[in-house]
């Protein structure tokens, strides 16, 4: 019932090693299809690595038009059969495992879940975002259906919350009716990155979605705190420090 699929940017050779290694973290996961457009200097490299291992579950890209990522993206998504789309973000490695990861997945679809945010833990603060938000009970999630009124009471808490985030498991059906929404950029997002799939608090005309909160620890950044210091997997001592963070925003 999965697809996994990447539109990433893999320019130097730190970050396809990044690339492999978040790729061996849950590569088991038994996904139907693995659906990955690759540009840069080193996108026959991960193209190469890829294809060994996947064979005939890899659908290869490298589109970098002048449309942009959204666009381009649009056309790979034409290949997604399943009922949920895992959004792979290269430098994020999984610590649950593949398995508990499939059973997550199941779950999602027995409650019909829209998405679920599977990155950025930072302690706990991913679940307290939540916090005065009435949950369903679930084994490995819970969840909730996400309303402007409820939006209004998660924004106020920890920070606050993107309304869709990239890094995260949605419905195919939602993973595509965002990528054709090409005209959202509110905040002026250079075409060429994801950024503008993102939907921040204020985009509520994309609510109602039923959200799924995990109750655990999914996967981690290597490198990015996302404002929450010593949360990353570098700060942790958990993955190497090769070389320093280079940002991967445009400001």
Not at 51 to 75: A, M, N, T, V
Not at 208 to 224: Q, T
Request: net charge neutral.
């Amino acid at each position: 019932m999965l697809t996994i699929f990447a539109n990433f940017f893999i320019d130097s050779e730190e970050r396809f090693l990044r690339m492999t290694d978040s790729y061996g973290s849950f590569s088991a996961i038994g996904a139907h299809r693995w659906i990955v457009n690759v540009r840069g200097k080193f996108a026959d490299d991960a193209h190469r690595y890829l294809s060994i291992r996947l064979g005939k579950k890899y659908y290869p890209s490298s589109l970098e038009s002048r449309e942009g990522w959204l666009h381009d993206s649009l056309i790979c998504a034409q290949n997604v059969e399943t009922s949920y789309v895992f959004c792979w973000i290269e430098d994020h490695i999984c610590l649950c495992g593949p398995s508990l990861l499939s059973k997550i997945v199941a779950e999602m679809d027995e409650k019909q879940i829209s998405l679920m945010m599977y990155t950025f833990w930072q302690n706990g603060i991913a679940r307290a975002r939540y916090d005065g938000i009435v949950l369903e009970n679930g084994v490995f999630l819970d969840s909730f259906t996400d309303t402007v009124a409820t939006n209004n009471i998660i924004q106020k808490n920890h920070g606050g919350s993107y309304i869709i985030s990239l890094a995260s498991i949605m419905r195919a059906d939602l993973f595509r009716r965002v990528l054709a929404a090409n005209q959202e950029n509110p905040h002026n997002w250079p075409i060429a990155t994801p950024f503008s799939f993102e939907k921040d608090p204020f985009q509520a005309q994309w609510l109602p979605l039923v959200r799924a909160i995990p109750k655990f620890e999914l996967f981690c950044s290597i490198d990015d705190d996302h404002g929450v210091p010593g949360t990353c997997l570098q700060a942790r001592g958990l993955y190497a420090l090769r070389q320093p963070r280079h940002s991967y925003t445009w400001r």
